[in-house]
């Protein structure tokens, strides 16, 4: 692609819209061109008209229309963004934190669980080992 400087880009166009215009100025000041341009506006033009008016005209270029919207709301749509896949992985690793929390707090609750019932075991056993013994001494004292 050239890069034009601003200088020529303005010559560049004032010499199109000027040969436009000539062109323009010809076509319809020639008294050559009056009668056939009188037929086109004044015959022509209307039957086009009513041609381009059709209802299967009429269809088709609606049609085009939403295809080309259709088209163009694609083509500009907005890419996926990276910061839309920060916020999944971020999603993720919450979820996956939060399990690991989940997972972390299950264990100490076995953890106390197991420690509460071997505290239990442990207490009735002394229980019965201070009553076992308490009865072999009375019974080693009544001998």
């Known amino acids: 692609m050239k890069k034009y400087s601003q200088k020529q880009r303005v010559v560049e166009n004032f010499f199109i819209y000027s040969l436009t215009a000539l062109a323009f100025s010809l076509i319809l000041s020639s008294p050559f061109w009056f009668p056939s341009m009188k037929a086109f506006l004044f015959v022509s033009l209307p039957k086009a008209g009513f041609v381009l008016l059709s209802p299967k005209v009429l269809f088709i270029v609606g049609n085009l229309i939403v295809v080309v919207l259709v088209g163009e709301s694609r083509f500009f749509a907005p890419k996926p963004s990276p910061a839309s896949n920060v916020y999944y992985d971020e999603y993720i690793s919450r979820k996956e934190l939060s399990k690991r929390a ?21 207490a009735n056993n002394n229980y019965q080992n201070v009553n076992s013994m308490a009865g072999t001494k009375q019974g080693s004292n009544s001998l």
């Open 102 to 122: 989940d997972d972390f707090i299950a264990r100490v609750n076995r953890k106390r669980r197991l420690e509460a019932t071997l505290l239990y075991v442990a």
